[in-house]
């Protein structure tokens, strides 16, 4: 089988052959190649049922975390999308060996791993390499890569990662855009966090397995990636207690051993869907999935007058006609998720009424809206929030994608609108949802890439 293919990076890649199926997973696929927009004609129905990928937010952060440990890793369950594709060609421009022998299935050998730099042209294509600060800085004690980039929903900085790695005993520095890192030891400390964030969470847990003595996260985020990321560090002999919680206590330890892991659902892809049903007036079984972590999506379908059916690992939903207007506010977990945001300002377009949305995660995070209103919906923000004068039809119209979740949101409103919606940068969508058009598809939707 060829080898899977790579960008370019600083030094040649430690591929190993892949298996049949795996090939996938180390490059983005022919069918993305490419293409330019998606064509999706209006006024179609969700139908059928669909099965949720690994999640995407916890595979980001599991992938780097691979690198702590020199022995074998193997990893199940990730998704088949760009992000993933771009984190293998920086863990083997590092020097480890990766493959892919089964289709979501990942193996990792870092035991060669002898750079804390990796290359930037790679580092700068997703800010979730972010994470590689902590999991290098808890490997060889020192680590630089350029200040992460990232979708554009406002000031993304990141002063609560660098307190954390600082509290930690590092030394960090900021030259010309690069963030270098340094700790000739690191020592457990307790880190109080200023913001409930989900990255700095997990970072700071990634830099502290490894350090002398005790470390306390308080403040922590509680969302489901970081119970996912800290199981996956327990399973190669971490000790991390309390994630899920906002109090994580983490004992150093000495050595890691090899790991297992299958990859949790993507509670944001499984959202998706279910708001796709919901909006369309379709139905849909979400299948493998984990409810709980939906709760916050299945109570406000429910408010707004949609048909929710919670299974053990499904979740089924029946769209209404008749839907109510409804408020929503983003919250960190078990709040209702920012990443659903763009999605079900599409969905209270339809209610009979006016919605109130309000942002409170990120500082900017509405920049669908303008394109949304070009697609006839009646919307006004005000800073954080937006009013959503509902009841007005959707027309289907050339719009563009500025990030991944509004991507997201532009197909569900190109489905129920009346006409052809024409959706660019569709990059930001290949991102973060595998395979889309295909997985819309079996939801007996058609929706076409092309090449112009
Ligand atoms: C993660 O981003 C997710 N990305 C985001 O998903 C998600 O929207 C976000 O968490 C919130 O749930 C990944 O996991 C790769 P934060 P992250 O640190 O870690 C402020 C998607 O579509 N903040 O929890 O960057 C920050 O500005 C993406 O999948 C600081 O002030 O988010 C924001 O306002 C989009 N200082 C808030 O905290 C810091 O040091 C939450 O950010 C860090 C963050």
């Not at 999706?40 to 980001?60: F, L, S, Y």
């Not at 966090?193 to 002398?212: C, F, H, Q, R, W």
């Not at 002999?237 to 309390?242: P, T």
């Not at 900017?364 to 303008?370: S, Y």
Request: hydrophobic letters at 40%; charged letters at 25%.
């Amino acid at each position: 089988m060829a080898k899977g293919s790579f960008h370019a990076a600083a030094k040649p890649l430690q591929v190993v052959q892949n298996g049949a199926e795996g090939e996938n997973l180390l490059k983005a696929r022919d069918s993305i190649h490419g293409t330019k927009c998606l064509i999706i004609e209006g006024e179609q129905r969700i139908r059928g049922d669909i099965r949720i990928n690994g999640a995407k937010n916890a595979a980001v952060a599991i992938l780097p975390a691979s690198l702590l440990t020199e022995r074998s890793v193997k990893v199940d369950n990730l998704p088949n999308i760009t992000d993933i594709h771009k984190l293998v060609d920086i863990i083997a421009a590092l020097g480890a060996k990766v493959n892919s022998p089964l289709k979501g299935q990942l193996c990792v050998d870092a035991s060669a791993v002898n750079g804390f730099a990796p290359p930037a042209n790679l580092v700068n294509q997703l800010r979730a390499s972010y994470y590689l600060m902590g999991s290098l800085l808890g490997r060889f004690g020192q680590v630089e890569v350029p200040m992460p980039g990232g979708c554009d929903l406002g000031p993304r900085p990141i002063d609560q990662h660098i307190k954390g790695f600082t509290a930690l005993g590092a030394k960090v520095e900021l030259e010309h855009g690069v963030v270098k890192i340094k700790a000739r030891k690191l020592r457990g400390a307790h880190i109080y966090l200023d913001v409930v964030s989900v990255g700095a969470t997990i970072n700071i847990m990634l830099a502290a397995v490894k350090a002398e003595g005790k470390t306390i996260i308080e403040n922590a985020a509680k969302e489901p990636e970081i119970v996912d990321t800290a199981n996956f560090l327990n399973a190669m002999g971490c000790q991390v207690v309390g994630a899920g919680t906002d109090v994580i206590k983490i004992n150093g330890v000495k050595s890691l051993g090899e790991v297992e892991h299958k990859v949790i659902p993507d509670r944001i892809e499984a959202g998706t869907f279910m708001i796709a049903a919901a909006a369309t007036c379709g139905e849909a079984q979400i299948c493998d999935v984990i409810p709980k972590h939906l709760d916050p999506l299945s109570a406000k379908l429910k408010e707004v007058g949609t048909e929710v059916e919670v299974g053990p690992d499904w979740i089924q939903v029946r769209g209404k006609t008749k839907l109510l207007p409804s408020d929503v506010k983003t919250f960190p977990y078990p709040g209702f998720p920012t990443d659903l945001q763009p999605p079900v300002m599409v969905l209270l377009t339809r209610a009979q009424g006016t919605s109130m949305i309000t942002e409170n995660v990120f500082e900017r995070r509405f920049r669908h809206v303008d394109e949304l209103k070009k697609m006839g919906a009646q919307i006004k923000v005000e800073g954080r929030t937006a009013v959503i004068e509902g009841g007005h039809k959707l027309f289907g119209a050339p719009v563009k994608a500025m990030d991944l979740r509004g991507g997201a949101a532009f197909i569900i409103a190109g489905l129920k609108s009346e006409g052809k919606t024409i959706l660019t940068g569709i990059e930001h969508i290949d991102r973060g949802y595998e395979d889309i058009v295909e997985r819309f598809k079996k939801l007996s939707v058609s929706i076409e890439r092309s090449l112009v």
